[in-house]
């Protein structure tokens, strides 16, 4: 059964790796192809209790092919409380963004929301291939609108702020919202001190027990 389960992830990741529907079958049109080579980025484990779901890469995840290779990913293994080498374990930390591949810069400078065509053909398949997480760590609303589903707040800030109702919910595992880790959020994290205070305490003591 064991063999049969990895056989399964193993055909999954190499599909994933082989996905360019981004370029090839844009939903919005060519014109709205995705510009440049695609390079999907997820690490799906079949023994990880804790699935990091993030946005989309950045410029550099996209160079490295490794998630959170960046200053973001500083400040979420800060979070964590983890190092590099137990953030990158598969054996602990499964990481699916909702878009696996860049999706570029707008015209200011900044990335792109996640790929519409990603999730829709992906995401499920991808939760049903790793029925063992506990803990979902949605990361930015993008990865709350899918997770939290309907019962998702219009606005991150509320999402995040009534973290313990998700967290304690019954029906599948359990979902932690968080803001983006970017630099950009850095004014936010002022503004709301109880992220801190209180909810990172609980997510550090809840992702310890869950990779011990």
């Known amino acids: 059964m064991a063999d049969s389960s990895a056989h399964h992830l193993d055909v999954l990741r190499a599909a994933i790796a082989a996905c360019r529907i981004c370029r090839d079958s844009p939903v919005r ?16 484990s079949d ?16 160079e490295s ?6 200053a ?8 964590l409380a983890v190092d590099r080498p137990t953030f990158y374990d598969p054996s602990k930390f499964a ?7 860049f999706p570029g810069y707008d015209r200011h400078g ?12 992906w995401r499920q398949r991808v939760m049903d291939a ?18 939290l589903g309907p019962d998702c707040p219009a606005s991150m800030t509320e999402t995040v702020k009534n973290w313990q109702r ?21 004014a936010w994290l002022r503004k709301n001190p109880w992220f801190e205070t209180d909810l990172l305490p609980f997510l550090r003591g809840r992702v310890a027990r869950l990779i011990s």
């Open 95 to 101: 990481i699916v963004p909702m878009g696996f591949c």
């Open 130 to 147: 790793m029925p063992q997480i506990e803990l979902v760590l949605a990361i930015g609303h993008y990865a709350q609108r899918w997770h």
């Open 166 to 186: 998700y967290v304690m919910r019954n029906a599948g595992p359990a979902v932690l919202p968080l803001p983006h880790p970017s630099w950009r959020n850095t």
């Open 72 to 79: 973001s990913g500083d400040r979420l293994r800060q979070w």
């Open 110 to 121: 900044s990335d792109l929301p996640p790929r519409r065509e990603c999730a829709p053909h």
């Open 47 to 62: 023994s990880a209790r804790i699935l990091i779901a993030g946005q989309a890469p950045g410029l550099r995840v996209h």
């Open 29 to 44: 049109g060519e014109e709205h192809r995705l510009p440049h080579e695609p390079r999907p980025v997820a690490v799906i």
């Open 65 to 70: 092919g490794l998630p959170f290779n960046d």
